[in-house]
T-cell receptor, first 113, second 112 residues
Framework: DQQVKQNSPSLSVQEGRISILNCDYT??????FLWYKKYPAEGPTFLIS???IKDKNEDGRFTVFLNKSAKHLSLHIVPSQPGDSAVYFC????????????WGAGTKLIIKP | IAGITQAPTSQILAAGRRMTLRCTQD?????MYWYRQDLGLGLRLIHY???????GKGEVPDGYSVSRANTDDFPLTLASAVPSQTSVYFC???????????FGPGTRLTVL
């Protein structure tokens, strides 16, 4: 059973509009969440993170929202740019987990010109 | 250039053969990880090491072994490869704090 779920395998957004990527989790012990971005033939790169004591974290065009009661987080990218086309992974870390991350399956974001 | 290197970039391997995937980092990170990425499953942790001299099992350790003789190197060995080990393998490292992991470029392994 997947503890971190990204239910949308792909998402297509017009350039300049907002991209919203969603992630749901089931383990209430998760206390830290991260988003990674991955281009083809490269390893994932860290994008933004949020601690469970916060409900929002912003870094430039990227904002992550956390709704603990719903066990849901989302990544907002605004405005979307062509270089944002990539696969986005949501990952979660549980308390006392030796820093191990549990990963979602990823969402492929396509930014249309 | 600081970062993580992996070798080989890709490999086709006959079933039953032994294979070692190499991973080296020069950031002096304590923690290192091996993942496999399969379509629709995201990244799954195979083995990890929190510091040189220690290793631990991840989510899918069967058929794989690792060693961490020093801080920089973290090789992954498939003792007797099977077709289900066909995957893309990523090595990563982190300081541990906030778990921002830095990834290598990956090794694409095909077992026939």
């Amino acid at each position: 059973d997947q503890q971190v779920k990204q239910n949308s395998p792909s998402l297509s957004v017009q350039e300049g509009r907002i991209s919203i990527l969603n992630c749901d989790y089931t383990n209430s012990m998760f206390d830290y969440f991260l988003w990674y971005k991955k281009y083809p033939a490269e390893g994932p790169t860290f994008l933004i993170s949020i601690s469970s004591i916060k409900d929002k974290n912003e870094d430039g065009r990227f904002t992550v929202f956390l709704n603990k009661s719903a066990k849901h987080l989302s990544l907002h990218i605004v405005p979307s740019q062509p270089g944002d086309s990539a696969v986005y992974f949501c990952a979660a870390e549980a308390m006392d987990s030796n820093y191990q991350l549990i990963w979602g399956a990823g969402t492929k974001l396509i930014i249309k010109p | 250039i600081a970062g993580i290197t992996q070798a080989p970039t890709s490999q086709i391997l006959a079933a039953g053969r032994r294979m070692t995937l190499r991973c080296t980092q020069d950031m002096r990170h304590n923690a290192m990880y091996w993942y496999r990425q399969d379509l629709g499953l995201g990244l799954r942790l195979i083995h990890y090491s929190n510091t040189a001299g220690t290793t631990g099992k991840g989510e899918v350790p069967d058929g794989y072994s690792v060693s961490r003789a020093n801080t920089d190197d973290f090789p992954l060995t498939l003792a007797s490869a099977v077709p289900s080990q066909t995957s893309v393998y990523f090595c990563a490292s982190s300081t541990g704090a906030n778990n921002e992991q830095f990834f290598g470029p990956g090794t694409r392994l095909t077992v026939l």
